[in-house]
């Protein structure tokens, strides 16, 4: 069952023939019979059934209809369905949280003995399922260096499973050539999983790219209002109903159905807030750049960015996300954030809201030092996630805050 069953209308529009602005506002919608405009939000963890046949029916799956939420729930699967339309994908399923995604995406496939190699350039959680709990299951993980193809090809000769990785990485923005890395997997018959939230959907298609699953976590641009948690995998139907589904089911990282509904309603603004936001990244990196007391500014639309090139051929544009280095150190970096007055201090990021983190102390906290320092996550490196206020604004609060640097 995927949730989107027949309303019975009699007028059924083809969502294969729309573009993508408007897959993210009507794709998946299926009206009850109440006629609403918008989504309905169904808060219910079960289903009832006229009689104990039709229960039974249910549960052989003789018939395709809602069983219980831990399985599908009507608004679930029109997050999924405008999810799967949005991405090109055969199939979309949602999590609670985007690192339920991640986990999910992989433990799902994995057996003790399987091999995976990811990129080192990876968000806290994502470094702490790679390197610590993958291999507490006698699975083996190995770290390369995500940008240097020759890295990839000398660990894709041992067997391996799948392969894990994030572009642009957090918080460092590497890029990560997906078209290439996925060729690699595929002739060492690896399954290529990409974690796409610093691009979102809007601006990169790994699928399109040659990534077999897709990971998001939905609480970032998708959300992109600080209200809700969530997670997306993208994949084949193969991939869904064989490997997902019975792990899915039966772990339970089922997202709620208000969660949904919210992510839902934010996919209807999330090309308009994306494009926006990263427009006034641009503004804010260019401003940034122009800064003395700063070492280096990092965005992949910055003819100085290392995969500037790259980020143009596979990206729509380099996203929300600035990150720079302060000369000084912690101390600097500290000084800056806390002389901020518009910008909020928070690890979240594709908000509507700029906020700032500093991944040293943070996001990035557990990483061993020597990981950090190969990574390039310096003492002094702030990321910057930009909103939608005025460009403006931000950049005068930027501006006071370094003078007190
Ligand atoms: C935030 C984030 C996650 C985890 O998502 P949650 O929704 O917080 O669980 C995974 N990968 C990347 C790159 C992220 O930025």
Redesign the pocket.
């Known amino acids: 069952m995927d949730g989107n069953e027949k309303t019975g209308k009699t007028k059924k529009p083809n969502p294969a023939k729309w573009r993508p602005q408007t897959r993210l506002v009507r794709g998946g919608l299926e009206r009850s019979g109440f006629h609403e405009t918008s989504e309905a939000l169904y808060m219910t963890s079960g289903y009832v059934y006229p009689n104990a046949e039709e229960a039974e029916a249910a549960f052989k799956g003789d018939i395709q209809r809602f069983v219980y939420s831990r399985y599908a729930n009507p608004t679930v699967g029109m997050f999924e369905e405008r999810m799967r339309l949005l991405e090109g994908a055969e199939a979309a399923r949602s999590t609670s949280?985007?690192?339920?995604a991640?986990f999910a995406s992989l433990m799902a496939q994995l057996r003790a003995g399987d091999r995976v190699v990811a990129a080192r350039a990876l968000?806290g959680?994502?470094h702490f399922i790679i390197s610590e709990l993958l291999p507490r299951y006698g699975i083996e993980t190995e770290l390369v260096d995500g940008t240097d193809l020759d890295q990839w090809r000398k660990a894709l000769k041992k067997k391996t499973k799948a392969i894990f990785f994030?572009t642009p990485s957090?918080p460092q923005l590497e890029i990560i050539d997906v078209r290439a890395v996925s060729n690699l997997a595929h002739e060492a018959g690896a399954c290529v999983v990409i974690?796409n939230?610093?691009a979102s959907p809007v601006l990169q298609q790994p699928l399109e790219l040659g990534a077999d699953v897709v990971v998001y976590?939905?609480?970032?641009h998708i959300d992109g209002q600080g209200r809700s948690?969530?997670?997306v995998i993208l994949s084949t139907n193969e991939f869904a109903q064989t490997t997902l589904k019975d792990f899915l089911r039966h772990t339970g990282p089922a997202i709620s159905p208000f969660n949904a509904w919210l992510l839902l309603k934010g996919l209807e603004t999330l090309d308009l807030r994306v494009m926006r936001q990263m427009e006034n990244a641009r503004v804010i990196a260019n401003f940034l750049s122009k800064q003395n007391k700063l070492r280096r500014v990092l965005h992949p639309d910055l003819a100085s960015h290392p995969q500037h090139a790259l980020a143009k051929k596979q990206m729509k544009g380099g996203g929300t996300v600035v990150a720079f280095d302060l000369d000084g150190g912690k101390p600097a970096a500290f000084r800056f954030l806390n002389a901020l007055r518009l910008v909020d201090i928070s690890n979240n990021?594709g908000d509507g809201k700029s906020l700032v983190t500093h991944p040293a102390t943070t996001t990035h906290q557990r990483l061993p030092i020597e990981d950090r320092e190969r990574l390039g996550i310096t003492e002094g490196l702030v990321r910057l996630s930009v909103g939608l206020e005025d460009p403006a604004d931000v950049q005068d609060d930027l501006a006071t805050a370094l003078k007190a640097v």
Not at 97 to 100: E, K, T
Not at 217 to 220: H, Q
């Open positions: 949280s985007g690192m339920a991640v968000f959680s994502c994030e957090n974690d939230v610093f976590s939905a609480t970032k948690l969530g997670g990021l």
